[in-house]
């Protein structure tokens, strides 16, 4: 019994863990892009992306031109955009649900877990992917 509540509470604590907001990291430059904010709703996560770090002379707010969904998000404003949807909880990972890049609009599997205080995000397009590392906002 004590087993069967230990396992739930750290399940638990997982998966409060990775909601909230995170700072997304650039894989060539390292430099900090964006804060993505992951939330439940009706037992599925999504994220969406809350403050953009521009480079100087970028858009401060630009469109999501390159996005897919003519009706959702396709020339949308990138603050407030949803680019994580339909995420499923499976042990103590995301998995199920797709993930947007929006700078070049297309749309890919994704996994999320906690690798000790980092969130590991995972694209996959066929057999082929991509991890990054963000960081919890404090």
Same mark, same amino acid.
């Given at each position: ?26 894989? *060539?430059?390292?430099e900090? !892009? /964006?804060?993505?904010? @992951?939330?439940?709703?009706?037992? !599925? ?9 521009? *480079?100087?002379?970028? +858009?401060p707010?630009?469109?999501? +031109?390159?996005?897919? $969904? $003519? +009706? ?11 680019? @994580?949807?339909d ?16 700078? /070049?609009? !297309?749309?890919?599997?994704? !996994? @999320?877990?906690?690798?000790?205080? $980092? ?20």
């Amino acid at each position: 019994m004590l087993f069967v509540l230990l396992l739930v509470t750290t399940n638990c604590l997982s998966q409060n863990n990775i909601l909230g907001k995170w700072t997304t990291i650039d894989d *060539a430059s390292g430099e900090v !892009k /964006s804060v993505v904010e @992951i939330m439940e709703r009706e037992s !599925k996560v999504f994220g969406k992306i809350v403050r953009l770090y521009p *480079a100087p002379g970028e +858009d401060p707010d630009p469109v999501c +031109d390159q996005c897919p $969904d $003519d +009706d959702v998000r396709h020339n949308k404003k990138i603050i407030g955009l949803e680019i @994580i949807q339909d995420m499923i909880w499976s042990d103590q990972e995301l998995t199920e649900g797709s993930i947007l890049d929006p700078e /070049s609009g !297309k749309i890919y599997q994704c !996994k @999320i877990w906690l690798e000790g205080t $980092d969130l590991k995000v995972r694209g996959y397009w066929g057999p082929f992917f991509r991890t990054q590392t963000w960081k919890k906002v404090h």
